[in-house]
């Protein structure tokens, strides 16, 4: 995290930061790929390449920086090797052959989450089906929703009583084990609940230092966005695109993302109680991911519930924290109960998809061309002044190659006087009152030269001359290709 924080902060992607990696970095080696530094970044294999580490640094620190950051990295690479060899030893002394009734116990458990799971899965298969035939006026078995609806709810609860079953059958002492050994990981500190106590004021501290204006949350809801509509594939930028079982992915998908960003600890083991999604400063957290509309919240225990809501439509999300006062009743939080919860961002504004910024005749026009191409084109020339992100485009374009095609639409469009401004042309956007892009976004217009002694535009210098944007009376004139 720290490595991508910086790399962040440099305002630089993956591709740009190996272009600066040289030999002289690097210690005479050759600079690792792409693929490997997006995996590095995630931190695969990083533990034993702390000349990488040392290397990115000196590229993306500011150089008063360095050398306390490369003390902190050692820190925790050294920190996470100790773990990683503690973890190994303790998983052999627990599951060691001594404990066979333990074992056959935590086995039995672990079959009987499997099945809710399974029955769980078959439900909502179910319920999807059911709501299809519901909306095509056709006769169904399941289309009763209502009872299939509060069969999951019940299944859900059912699921997280018995991790939390689990968990207590593995932390009772077995008789066959001596009791001086203390190799069972520790389990989170336990907090007050119920009261928006130490917990949840734990939870609010730690997410507002890591994510103080709450751009990596929202981070976190595009790529969610991202992930499921699959543009590249599919060619789709509107959440009402998606199908009843893919719209049931975004709180998982969001729930990772999460976790990614900030590196919280999951809850994805069975052995591990609490029912909570993942732990924060080891307080367990319970997830909610509300797309929409926030409806109503349910609460299994007693643990914080994190709750972000994010509408696509509208341009707004919110981030929240609440804990259940009755501290383990199935409490809901609906409209009545909103007021109550501890909002750490309330209807902030949530960076819009362009493509759902723009009329629907420029849209038919936009994704009428057969090549990839020419929808670039057309979206390009039909957005003047609006950030693109490159989600957009690998949407438009249906293509992951988006670098090459830019490079091709922005000399395609330079013959009709559009420019096309990334990242590295912020000053120049900044000169011609254009949003400022950031490294994954574009934005384009129309310029026209300024006629002699005018000095009430915004205007910008271009090879010699000075160029303002167009307006519609101007006519239309080559532009310098920007490289």
């Not at 307080?283 to 696509?312: E, K, M, N, Q, Y």
């Not at 759902?356 to 936009?366: G, M, S, T, V, Y």
């Not at 374009?397 to 395609?412: F, K, L, P, Q």
């Amino acid at each position: 995290m720290l490595m991508r924080d910086q790399l962040d902060r440099a305002g630089l992607t993956i591709r740009q930061l190996r272009e600066l990696l040289t030999p002289q970095l690097l210690d005479g080696r050759k600079a690792p790929s792409v693929t490997t530094l997006s995996n590095r970044f995630a931190g695969v294999g990083l533990i034993n390449e702390g000349w990488l580490v040392d290397a990115v640094l000196h590229v993306c620190a500011p150089a008063d920086e360095v050398d306390a950051l490369k003390g902190r990295v050692r820190d925790l690479l050294a920190k996470r090797r100790a773990r990683e060899q503690g973890g190994a030893r303790s998983e052999e002394i627990v599951l060691a052959p001594q404990v066979p009734d333990l074992r056959r116990q935590l086995d039995e458990e672990r079959e009987k989450l499997r099945r809710s799971q399974v029955v769980t899965a078959m439900l909502m298969g179910m319920l999807a089906r059911g709501a299809g035939n519901a909306a095509s006026g056709l006769p169904g078995r399941h289309s009763d929703t209502g009872q299939l609806v509060h069969r999951i709810d019940g299944l859900e609860k059912e699921v997280r009583l018995l991790r939390l079953r689990l968990t207590a059958e593995r932390a009772e002492p077995s008789p066959m084990r001596e009791p001086a050994v203390a190799a069972v990981p520790p389990t989170p500190k336990a907090h007050p609940g119920g009261d928006g106590g130490a917990g949840l004021s734990t939870v609010a501290r730690t997410l507002q230092s890591l994510d103080p204006d709450g751009s990596r949350l929202v981070s976190c809801i595009r790529r969610t966005f991202d992930q499921v509509l699959d543009g590249p594939r599919t060619g789709r930028f509107r959440l009402d695109q998606l199908s009843r079982s893919e719209r049931m992915r975004l709180p998982l998908q969001m729930e990772t993302e999460v976790e990614r960003e900030f590196g919280f600890a999951s809850n994805r083991s069975l052995s591990v109680g609490h029912g909570a999604d993942f732990y924060v400063e080891g307080v367990p957290v319970d997830f909610r991911f509300r797309v929409g509309r926030i409806g109503r919240v349910r609460s299994f225990g007693p643990d914080p519930v994190l709750l972000v809501h994010a509408d696509d439509g509208r341009g707004l999300w919110s981030a929240g924290l609440w804990c259940d006062p009755q501290a383990g009743g199935a409490a809901l939080l609906g409209r009545e109960l909103q007021d109550t919860m501890h909002w750490l961002f309330r209807d902030a504004p949530l960076p819009g998809n362009v493509l759902l910024q723009l009329p629907a005749d420029d849209l038919q026009a936009i994704f009428a061309p057969g090549s990839a191409h020419g929808r670039i084109v057309e979206l390009m020339r039909r957005a003047p002044g609006r950030l693109v992100s490159r989600s957009a485009l690998k949407t438009v374009g249906m293509t992951s190659d988006v670098d090459r095609r830019i490079r091709r639409v922005r000399a395609r469009l330079a013959d009709d006087g559009i420019v096309i401004l990334t990242w590295f042309d912020r000053d120049l956007a900044a000169q011609l009152g254009l949003p400022q892009p950031s490294p994954r976004e574009y934005v384009s217009a129309r310029l026209a030269r300024v006629a002699p002694g005018r000095t009430d535009v915004p205007t910008a210098e271009l090879e010699g001359e000075r160029w303002t944007v167009a307006g519609q009376d101007d006519p239309v004139e080559s532009v310098p290709y920007l490289r």
